[in-house]
């Protein structure tokens, strides 16, 4: 079993559309989580940083932590097609080398205008 | 306002030949992580360097793989005597480590193609 499980999709969905990503953990002692965004032929762009349970909100985007059930979302609202990419959780467990991220597979994501 | 750099974007080499990616982190940035994305799977850590030191080597592979980040100059992921298998992109990322939380930023990468 991997440590961080994320469905590779492709996810289609209509320009406008609110788009929900998820991500499931098996480690405990991760308490940093984070989603990049990464475009094809790109390198990974930090999109979203939550530490520890909660929601965290920037504009359209929204990620949310349950550490209680080890799942992780990333919800996009009023999709464009300019978010379409592919969308990456990464999780950290805070000591030591801290850098070291473990990512899921990443989920593709095509907006259709 | 430069981000992380990375060259070259591409690299193509022949089976046995060595292969040398350099990374200069983001202006402020002392830490630096290397990371192999294979085709059809997520980053994968290799390590993790300090200024002349290596910090966390724990990714990577044991046998022709080696890092450095001198005092001077970009940091170096070198491979030896490739293989196909070694085909990916290679990203490098910074972090500026005052708290080094997570939050990393990420090059462009360099895919390598070994034929």
């Known amino acids: 079993q991997k440590e961080v499980e994320q469905d590779p999709g492709p996810l289609s969905v209509p320009e406008g559309a609110i788009v929900s990503l998820n991500c499931t953990y098996s480690?405990?002692?991760?308490?940093?989580f984070m989603w990049y965004r990464q475009y094809s032929r790109k390198g990974p762009e930090l999109l979203m940083y939550?530490?520890?349970?909660g929601n965290k909100e920037d504009g359209r985007f929204t990620a949310q932590v349950d550490k209680s059930s080890k799942y992780i979302s990333l919800f996009i609202r009023d999709s464009q097609p300019s978010d379409s990419a592919t969308y990456l959780c990464?999780?950290?467990?805070?000591?030591?080398?801290?850098?070291?991220?473990?990512f899921g597979q990443g989920t593709t994501l095509q907006v259709k205008p | 306002n430069a981000g992380v750099m990375q060259n070259p974007r591409h690299l193509v080499r022949r089976r046995g030949q060595e292969a040398r990616l350099r990374c200069s982190p983001m202006?402020?940035?002392?830490?630096v992580y290397w990371y192999r994305q294979l085709p059809e799977e997520g980053l994968k850590f290799m390590v993790y360097?300090?200024?002349?030191?290596?910090?966390?080597e724990s990714g990577m592979p044991k046998e022709r793989f080696s890092a450095e980040f001198p005092k001077e100059g970009p940091s170096i992921l070198r491979i030896q005597q490739v293989v196909r298998g070694d085909s990916a992109a290679y990203f490098c990322?910074?972090?500026?480590?005052?708290?080094?939380?997570?939050?990393?930023?990420f090059g462009e990468g360099s895919r390598l193609t070994v034929l």
């Open positions: 990322a910074s972090s500026p480590g005052l708290q080094n939380t997570g939050e990393l930023f």
């Open positions: 480690n405990s002692a991760f308490q940093y």
């Open positions: 939550t530490y520890s349970s």
């Open positions: 990464a999780m950290s467990a805070g000591s030591g080398n801290t850098g070291k991220l473990i």
């Open positions: 202006k402020g940035h002392s830490h």
């Open positions: 360097l300090q200024k002349e030191n290596i910090i966390d």
